[in-house]
């Protein structure tokens, strides 16, 4: 007698598990990111609001970006004020180099200094305090009690970073500006007179409110992205030096992007001005 053939194997009636797809783990990330963002934007309109924790973040991010702002906006408004007057001047249009050099500084430079010192200094603390949080537990245990960390601690940090984003913006704006007449007026011999009515010339109210919308924009983006990896931090201590360094790696990238997406609808949008 022949051997009965080989059964083959019974089918499991429940399904396996599924696996997570090879190299799309930085979709899982971003969707992650995008949820924490719509999460805190809620948040803000729930109470009770941590108005003491807000002021104390408020003044702990102030405190260690007001000085390395005004100083660094004052070489940057001296480059752009001496590389757009050597450019002024081969073209034959050197009257127009205060205007030019101002949008410069308030459209695209003051923003993003702003935004690089938030994300440098600010964020990098709001990271660090979270994410040791996280490994001491202290983020579960509130949970556990029915309060919860992001209304508590993601919500006041988030609020602080853009509130000294829109301030700081206005500091830089001015110091570079300042630094831009004082060197193409010193160094460059320019006219005093045709800086400023070149600036009257040229620019326009809706610049400066761009430039604000950026910086607020920016201090959001700063303080979630902060916020996302000091809640997820990997590894234990190192995890949270680890979670800093990605922290502001991710923040620098997401706001050269964003910046140049708000300047492209900001240009389509609104008509230069004389035009």
Known sequence: MTAPPPTAPAREDVPAQRRPVPGLGWLRETGRLFSLAVTTVGAMFRRPFQMR????????IASVTILP??????PFGAVIALQVGSLTQQLGAQSFTGGASVLAIIQQASPLIVALLIAGAG?????????????????DAMEVMGVSPVQRLVVPRVLAAMFVAVLLNGLVSVVGTLGGYFFNVIMQHGTPGA??????????LPDLYISELKALIFGFIAGIVAAYRGLNPRGGPKG????????????????????????????????????
């Open 53 to 60: 924790e807000l002021i104390e973040q408020f003044w702990f």
């Open 69 to 74: 702002a005004a100083l660094v906006s004052i």
């Open 123 to 139: 964020g990098s603390a709001i990271c660090a305090d979270l994410g040791s949080r996280k490994i001491r537990e202290e983020l």
């Open 195 to 204: 800086y400023l009515a070149s600036f009257s010339a040229l620019a326009q």
């Open 240 to 275: 949270v030096g680890d979670a800093v360094n990605q922290s502001v790696v991710i923040t620098f990238l997401l706001l050269f992007f964003v910046n140049m997406v708000l300047t492209g609808l900001y240009l389509q949008i609104v008509p230069p001005k004389g035009s």
